[in-house]
């Protein structure tokens, strides 16, 4: 019986099939799913690591210490994990080990649109490409059994639609992999520049070998249509091309992206006409396949920048475009907001009228910097609002540390602000930094973390105390406000702007989306005493708006009574007294 | 079963439950033997933003998106997400909507216009619109939070297999408690088409 499943949920029971044991992640869209669906397989340890070196590096020792295990990441986090990964491409491995990546083209919920292939060059780590939820499951299952053949970590690389999409799998049942022996061997596990001279040597002939097996072994798949047109592509990109061109073309479909093979591309481009690379992202297989004297166009008409689907191909190789309708009238955007109830709300709302610059990190919080809070001067990366605050006020000297802060989230602080943190402590820096503690990683939806005494499977567990944690690294000054009252913590961050020191703000309050969090009941707005003015709308709440024609048309505010949970920010701005329970 | 791969896609506001509706689909679908792909958003957008979830199925599925001027169907939980969605749709489409309005924020701040009119300016284009007040449909079956089931009814309707198969599916996914509530969305979004 076929079963509909995520991509994501797909490589979840490959690791079980395949045998894993052990699971170490950091969640980032779209990858998360993965680590989630594999707690529901008892034979498989499963944890959320504080970061992705972490997590890659737990993996590694497992598969050191003779286990298959995996670990998964978005494509920024393996960025923070690539010391490790590069070092481990030498190291290689004894029990096998697969690193999901997950490439989000588009940027539906990232930062930045890296593609991960680099990585896999540069670390010369095998990398495979599934094109859907069925190659999930088999590529990451033939990833095992490669890894421990070539001695190597495995990259499996996913991509949003690819993650994220559902579609037809075949079920097997485990196959169990007992624990292989551990020996002693400095010469492949401890890389000091005598053994490393030594593995990069075994790692070059590794890419060689690897490239000869991709070859012949099938993993990449040849289609002869119409053979005017040859398509060479990968993963979400085949659905695309496939989609678009049908049986006007044929197809050389990869499904192994590192290394790329030379023989088989060269013999498909000798049976068909003219040669196309669709690649999502940079143009690594068109340039490839120049380096070995094969003339296809690629960035020549395909873009860089963004997504693929089956319209960006029709356009780009057929020039055809389908009929369509569309109102004449403009549609306003509608961008993600801040839950009804959201803790950081009274936060932002609180500061607002400090004039703060607010060194940002990424979270749901990130969202404070639309209108209308407009809160949020710089985002860049997981942990860079600490020591960019940091390096703001170096620059700027200490009269700007009395007007700036940093804003990051509990799991953002335990992934990467806390060093930042020792930066400013240790080199007798002023800035202060306020942690938004609400008790989960919100953005990628909830999972549990260092911070709230919870394991990934919801047992209790130690909770790290953020307050000893700044008083250990030589913070004194450490205050612990509640973001809805907002005058207090208005208060609390002036004064902590106010002295020469460094100092911690922990604002704190669970996130209004928690099942634990108990709600108020909806507010309601008293018409008589309203007088349109608009106030209650700076804290860009989505449950309440002014419409209407009273007060002269200024209109009357209305809260949405499906919506509102209470949490009286708007009733706190008003100077009317005219919200109340 | 060799018919062209049918496309439907399901719009509305994160949180709404778009989710659950397009996996009842996948979940039928697959039950009647066909190949399916659903194509889904997690993350940012889910925070109250727009959010557009693809279901297709035939005979082989290759691309898993649904893009201009391919759609069938839309199911739209919300007219502003209809008027936005509204260019994947065939020209003989159907566009069913929900006919409740939810500001966003750029309308809340007073940015931008809610537009009027939106479904008659639809119809005005030529399309089929099947309006629907499903909020109060679901309230009628027991809960708002139905309201993505009873737009699954209604859509049921034009997708011409057994009522049953689809009541099936509805019983096997929702959670146990909520069985009858959803049934019930079910019965009156088939029953309103
Ligand atoms: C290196 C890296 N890893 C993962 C992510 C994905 N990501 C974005 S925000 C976030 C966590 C946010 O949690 P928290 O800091 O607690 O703030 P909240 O969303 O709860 O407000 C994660 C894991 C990322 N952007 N970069």
């Known amino acids: 019986m076929k079963t509909l499943m ?46 992705e070196k972490v997590a890659f590096e737990v993996a590694f020792g497992a598969a050191t210490g003779g286990a298959r295990s995996f670990c998964a990441m978005k494509h920024v986090g393996l960025n923070v994990a690539a010391d490790p990964l590069y070092t481990a491409s030498y190291i290689g491995v004894n029990g096998g080990m697969v690193c999901a990546v997950a490439d989000d083209p588009g940027m539906h919920s990232s930062q930045n649109e890296q593609d991960s292939r680099h990585h896999a060059i540069a670390s010369k780590i095998p990398m495979l490409e599934p094109s859907d939820s069925a190659e999930c499951l088999s590529y ?107 049986e006007r073309a044929s197809y050389f479909k990869l499904g192994m992206v590192n290394p790329l093979p030379v023989k088989s591309l060269l013999d498909f481009a000798r049976h068909v006409g ?193 307050e000893a944690l700044a008083h250990a690294i030589g913070i004194n000054r450490v205050v612990v406000v509640d973001p809805f009252d907002m005058e207090a913590t208005r208060k609390a961050v002036e004064a902590e702007l106010a002295f020469e020191e460094p100092s911690l703000v922990i604002a704190r309050r669970p996130c209004a989306l928690l099942k634990t969090v108990k709600h108020n009941p909806p ?18 709440c989505p449950s ?28 706190k701005l008003c100077s009317f007294d005219a919200i109340n329970f | 079963m060799s018919q062209p791969v049918k496309n439907i896609m399901i719009v509305g506001v994160g949180g709404q439950g778009t989710l659950l509706a397009s996996k009842l689909m996948g979940k039928a679908f697959v039950e009647k033997g066909f190949d399916v792909k659903v194509s889904e958003v997690h993350g940012m957008s889910q925070r109250g933003g727009s959010v557009v979830t693809y279901v297709r199925y035939g005979e082989k599925v290759y691309s898993p998106v649904i893009e201009k001027g391919e759609a069938d169907i839309i199911i739209a939980f919300e007219q502003l997400e209809a008027a936005r969605w509204l260019p994947y749709l065939k020209p003989d489409g159907i566009l069913i909507s929900d006919n409740q309005k939810i500001d966003p924020m750029p309308v809340i701040t007073g940015n931008s216009a809610y537009p009027d009119k939106i479904l008659p300016s639809i119809r005005e284009k030529g399309v089929q619109v099947i309006e629907i007040d499903a909020v109060a449909l679901a309230t009628a079956a027991g809960s708002i939070r139905a309201t993505n089931v009873v737009l699954l009814g209604v859509a049921a309707h034009f997708l011409g297999f057994d009522k049953e198969v689809w009541l099936d599916v509805v019983r096997s996914t929702v959670p146990p408690k909520t069985i009858a509530i959803n049934e019930k969305a079910f019965e009156l979004g088939f029953a309103a088409k």
């Open chain 1, 6 to 51: 995520l991509g994501n949920e797909a490589v979840a029971r490959a690791l079980y099939e395949a045998g894993v044991t052990v699971v170490s992640s950091y969640p980032g869209t779209p990858s998360t799913e993965i680590t989630e669906a594999a707690t529901q397989y008892d034979e498989v340890y499963s944890e959320w690591a504080p970061n």
């Open chain 1, 140 to 246: 990451t299952k033939l990833a095992y059994q490669l890894s421990e053949q070539f001695d190597t970590p495995f990259l499996l690389r996913l991509s949003t639609r690819i993650s994220h999409g559902r579609s037809l799998v075949d079920l097997s049942p485990r196959e169990e992999h007992p624990i292989k022996d551990y020996k002693k061997d400095v010469m492949k596990n401890v890389m000091m520049p005598a053994m490393a001279r030594v593995r990069h040597q075994v790692v070059e002939k590794r890419t060689k070998a690897l490239q000869e097996w991709c070859e012949t072994s099938g993993i990449n798949s040849v289609e002869y249509n119409d053979t005017r047109v040859g398509i060479i592509c990968a993963g979400s990109t085949y659905q695309c091309a496939r989609e678009a061109l049908g």
């Open chain 1, 274 to 466: 003219q040669v196309y690379v669709i690649e999502e992202l940079d143009d690594i297989i068109e340039t490839h396949c120049r380096k070995h004297g094969i003339p296809v166009i690629g960035k020549l008409l395909l873009p860089v920048c963004g997504e693929f689907s089956q319209s960006v191909v029709r356009e780009a190789l057929l020039g055809e475009e389908l009929p369509h309708i569309a109102l004449d009238q403009a549609i306003p955007p509608r961008p993600p907001v801040l839950c009804v109830g959201c803790p950081h709300r009274g936060l932002f709302t609180a500061l607002k009228k400090l004039n703060l610059y607010v060194s940002g990190d990424i979270g749901c919080y990130t969202l404070g910097a639309q209108a209308p809070l407009s809160m949020i001067d710089t985002c860049v990366c997981m942990g860079a609002s600490v020591s960019g605050l940091h390096g703001f006020n170096l620059a700027r000297g200490s009269q700007q540390a009395k007007n700036s802060v940093a804003v990051i989230g509990d799991s953002t602080f335990i992934h990467s602000g806390i060093t930042g943190l020792i930066d400013i402590a240790y080199n007798k820096g002023f800035s202060t930094v306020i942690v938004l503690d609400n008790s989960i990683t919100g953005m990628t939806g909830h999972q549990n973390n260092p911070t709230n005494g919870l394991t990934i499977k919801g047992d209790p567990t130690v909770a790290v105390n953020l």
């Open chain 1, 523 to 540: 507010m309601v707005v008293d018409t008589e005493k309203c007088t349109g003015c608009k106030s209650c709308l700076k804290a860009g």
């Open chain 1, 544 to 571: 309440i708006k002014v419409h209407g024609e009273a007060n002269k048309g200024r209109g009357t505010a209305e809260i949405d009574q499906n919506q509102c949970v209470g949490c009286e920010i708007c009733a």
